[in-house]
């Protein structure tokens, strides 16, 4: 499932997604999708894989044993099952996702 960057405060159902965070944007249908991607209100996230971050080749080695193999597939992981399979506890998973979250890249919007 695709993660997209919301360049602007944009309403899902009953809530908000700020601008600047990343989401599923679940809820959304395929139209809207791609209404938001044409007016640049959003953009689809670029996610690397695991194992090129530095010092992630061991973790992404193991990660890539249980399906996470990029960014995105980390930050949509069930945290307590990567905690599990990792025999980590729940801190140090968030710190991984916070630490490989950093790591994504989207490209601004063509404005135009």
């Given amino acids: 499932m695709p993660m997209y960057r919301v ?3 944009l309403a899902v159902g009953d809530s908000i997604v700020s601008g600047g965070s990343l989401s599923l944007l679940r809820g959304v249908g395929e139209r809207g999708i ?3 991607l ?4 959003i953009t689809e996230v670029a996610a690397p894989p695991l194992a090129i971050l530095p010092g992630w ?11 996470v193999e990029t960014v995105a597939d980390l930050l949509q992981a069930d945290r307590d099952g990567v905690a599990r399979f990792m025999r980590a506890n729940l801190p140090t998973v968030q710190k991984w996702r916070g630490e490989a979250e950093a790591w994504l890249v989207a490209p601004p919007p063509e404005r135009g």
């Fill in 7 to 9: 360049h602007q405060n």
């Fill in 34 to 36: 791609q209404a938001l």
């Fill in 38 to 41: 044409k007016r640049g209100t």
């Fill in 57 to 67: 080749k061991l973790r992404a080695a193991r990660l890539k044993a249980m399906g």
